[in-house]
């Protein structure tokens, strides 16, 4: 779709970096403010990350501008601030398919692109894989440098530093650029948070700038720096007091939505040897004032009028799984002042907005740091608390050894509220909670519960709060509950291991695991088999797959995850310990990896509808 209709005349004449680099200097503000515009009016028609590109424009022109990419090394970390790079490198014209089914993947994907030197979908990935490219760029002597761009709070999750610490060490040639918007997803925390916010304060850092830019643009000058500044320096190295320890020449910060100010800026650094850090101050939002004000909720957007500035108002009438687990919070917390609240950044993509305003000493934000949180949460355990871990599917996956080791094994009552299980929509193939139930089923000790609807994920959150000998999983899908009017029903344990029984059939079972019931019970209909809502992965109601097996001809098992080591897995585990003699079929997520689409298009495209589940179901048995 081409909507330039001569409004970017700059930008018209870019269709590769290497177009780019031939603008003269003061063509530079202009592509920006055009590159800007575009990015404004691509992304209201097609949806998607917002604000983080929005802050990301000059940097990314200046950047594309003064390294020889793709021979130059490029990494964007976190992907949400690389949509300007992808308009840049070739990919203009199809921007406006970014996150839509065979349309351009939602971050930095290699299959998509040469400019995109590393796939990413999670933070913090960039330094640690920067230094390996850099390392390997030297042995090959032919100039290449390494640029590494971390932004959206990534450089809060411990394996940044893991990255620097090493990289200080070795000495190799490597640029980490902090894109400092002082947020990530949700606002930013933590001390290191706070370090910045006072050490680069605007009094601060509009002072050091004022006395500074000329200089920073000749080699820095910093003893004419120094000199000049007097006093204010002394807060000035303050900060730059940790990366200079981690072994980083520390520059900045400067200004990041002054295109020829970074130009020069990089223009010097390029040629500076070892390990540089260089700290870029900008506005997530710029340029747009809604999401200026609140770059929280234009962080990731669905199609909106630019002009009116708002955003489509929800269905207030409907719920999400991650509300239904706000409000079960908020009123346990009511009554029980030892329930800990836990997310590693993901506050409102969490349902924890209410429970974090209400009941603010219960309520812990970690940083972008997943380890933490789950060893953290065993710490809480341990002092006789009750944690309750809320976290992605797909993000819990880094956390996997502390599940194991600081969880598990020491049996500790910590609840884990895992959201975004099973398909999850637009953000493709990274994000995909497929593996979660093969993950977490082969850790002894584990509690494991799929709701089928609203009511049951609250009544699976109590009890998994009330069950103190092991840790608990409770595991919910992304969107909307299906009804069930969890507000109004009182709430009660459930009994470990039991299945229920929705429909009475004959020949076939269908042994449904969590929120595909309501396209099992069309199938089950249809074929007039019996459903079942088996409420638990582990431990399996082993009396009712008995029963099943002894009445039916045929056992079909059902979920949202990976058919390798999944629920179904588990029912073929037991079938065959018992002796059983009663063919399975298991329905799941197949052995790739999910690329992004609408829920209802893969679902669909999986075979994971109701259409699909009865096609699969009739193939297999005639």
């Not at 970017?8 to 592509?31: A, F, H």
């Not at 970014?98 to 796939?119: A, K, M, Q, T």
């Not at 956390?399 to 910590?414: C, E, G, K, N, R």
Request: hydrophobic share 40%; net charge positive.
């Amino acid at each position: 779709m081409n909507c330039s209709l001569n409004k970017y005349s700059v930008l018209d004449l870019i269709n590769t970096p290497k177009e780019l680099r031939q603008l003269s200097e003061d063509k530079l503000m202009k592509l920006c403010n055009e590159l800007r515009q575009f990015l404004l009016t691509s992304v209201s028609r097609s949806s998607g990350h917002f604000a983080s590109g929005l802050g990301a424009i000059e940097l990314t022109v200046a950047l594309h501008y003064i390294y020889n990419t793709p021979f130059d090394y490029l990494i964007w970390d976190v992907g949400h601030q690389a949509y300007p790079h992808k308009i840049l490198t070739g990919r203009r014209e199809l921007i406006f398919s970014i996150r839509n089914r065979n349309g351009l993947h939602p971050f930095p994907c290699r299959d998509e692109s040469e400019y995109d030197v590393l796939s990413v979908g999670h933070s913090s990935t960039s330094i640690s894989a920067g230094l390996g490219l850099a390392i390997a760029a030297e042995r090959e002597m032919l100039g290449r440098r390494t640029v590494c761009v971390i932004g959206d709070g990534a450089i809060t999750a411990g394996m940044a530093f893991e990255a620097m610490n090493h990289a200080g060490s070795v000495k190799s040639d490597l640029l980490v650029i902090l894109n400092d918007n002082e947020m990530s997803i949700s606002k930013n925390v933590g001390a290191l948070n706070k370090h910045y916010a006072h050490i680069f304060s605007k009094k601060i850092y509009s002072s050091l700038k004022s006395d500074s830019n000329k200089m920073l643009s000749n080699r820095f000058m910093a003893k004419k720096l120094i000199e000049h500044t007097g006093n204010k320096i002394k807060h000035f190295s303050t900060s730059s007091s940790l990366f200079s320890q981690l072994g980083f020449n520390y520059i900045g910060p400067i200004n990041g939505h002054n295109v020829l100010e970074l130009v020069h800026t990089l223009r010097n650094v390029r040629n500076m040897k070892g390990p540089q850090f260089l700290h870029v101050i900008t506005k997530k939002g710029c340029g747009y004032k809604p999401a200026e004000k609140d770059p929280i909720k234009w962080h990731a957007v669905p199609k909106f009028d630019l002009k009116i500035g708002s955003l489509p108002i929800e269905n207030t009438k409907s719920i999400t799984y991650s509300e239904i687990f706000g409000d079960w919070l908020c009123q346990v917390a009511a009554h029980d002042n030892k329930i800990i609240g836990i997310t590693p950044a993901m506050r409102e993509g969490s349902g924890m907005n209410m429970f974090s305003q209400k009941y603010p000493k219960q309520y812990f934000d970690v940083a972008i740091a997943e380890q933490h949180a789950v060893t953290f949460a065993a710490g809480l355990a341990i002092a006789g608390y009750k944690p309750v871990v809320a976290i992605y599917s797909t993000f819990l996956q880094r956390a996997y050894d502390q599940v194991i080791h600081d969880v598990a094994i020491q049996s500790l009552p910590v609840l884990f509220a895992v959201d975004r299980g099973g398909i999850v929509g637009a953000d493709g193939q990274t994000h995909q909670g497929a593996f979660d139930l093969s993950y977490l089923r082969c850790v002894p000790n584990m509690i494991i519960m799929a709701p089928s609807d609203a009511y049951e994920c609250k009544l699976m959150l109590h009890t998994g709060y009330n069950y103190q000998y092991g840790p608990s999983v409770v595991r919910y899908p992304k969107g909307l509950a299906i009804p069930g009017d969890a507000d109004k029903k009182k709430l009660y344990t459930l009994p470990l291991s039991k299945g229920v029984i929705r429909r009475q059939g004959n020949y076939i079972a269908i042994l449904n695991f969590g929120t595909l019931l309501r396209s099992a019970t069309n199938v089950a209909s249809e074929l007039d088999a019996t459903l079942v809502d088996m409420r638990f992965i582990k431990p399996l109601d082993g009396v009712l797959i008995k029963t099943l097996a002894k009445n039916h001809q045929f056992l079909i098992t059902l979920e949202e995850n990976t058919i390798i080591g999944g629920a179904g897995s588990g029912v073929n585990e037991f079938i065959m310990q018992n002796k059983l003699s009663v063919p399975v079929l298991n329905i799941g997520l197949p052995d790739f990896f999910v690329p992004q689409g609408s829920q209802s298009e893969m679902l669909s495209e999986l075979g994971l509808d109701s259409i699909g589940i009865y096609k699969k179901i009739m193939t297999w048995i005639y």
